[in-house]
């Protein structure tokens, strides 16, 4: 089993910038997709960006060019740095992990004020 713990999210302007952290543990042994999703309130969780253990990238169109996504491989850590944050932003942001089947973190809030 992989546990995965975020940490990051909190309440921030709009224009301002906040960097979500994921950490995996457990029984890694080659963890290929990490990537970060996020559900809106009233909202179907939606993806957001992904990267693949050798780095390749992609992101959602709605955050493109905002948002970064991250690895470090030997952490087991996941970052997504996310700038120019618009009140729509807001939501719970959900690490995932794929290693043979789909693992997911519990969230964290980022409410974004306008």
């Known amino acids: 089993q992989v546990q995965l713990v975020e940490s990051g999210g909190g309440l921030v302007q709009a224009g301002g910038s906040l960097r979500l952290s994921c950490a995996a543990s457990?029984?890694?042994?080659?963890?290929?997709?990490m990537g970060w999703y996020r559900q809106a309130p009233g909202k179907r969780r939606e993806w957001v960006a992904d990267?693949?253990?050798?780095?390749?990238?992609n992101y959602a169109a709605s955050v493109k060019g905002r948002f970064t996504i991250s690895r470090d491989n030997a952490k087991n850590t996941v970052y997504l740095q996310m700038n120019s944050l618009k009140p729509e932003d807001t939501a719970v942001y959900y690490c995932?992990?794929?290693?043979?089947?789909?693992?997911w973190g519990k969230g964290t809030l980022v409410t974004v004020s306008s």
């Open positions: 990267i693949s253990s050798g780095g390749t990238t």
């Open positions: 457990g029984s890694i042994f080659n963890i290929n997709i």
């Open positions: 995932n992990a794929i290693q043979g089947k789909f693992y």
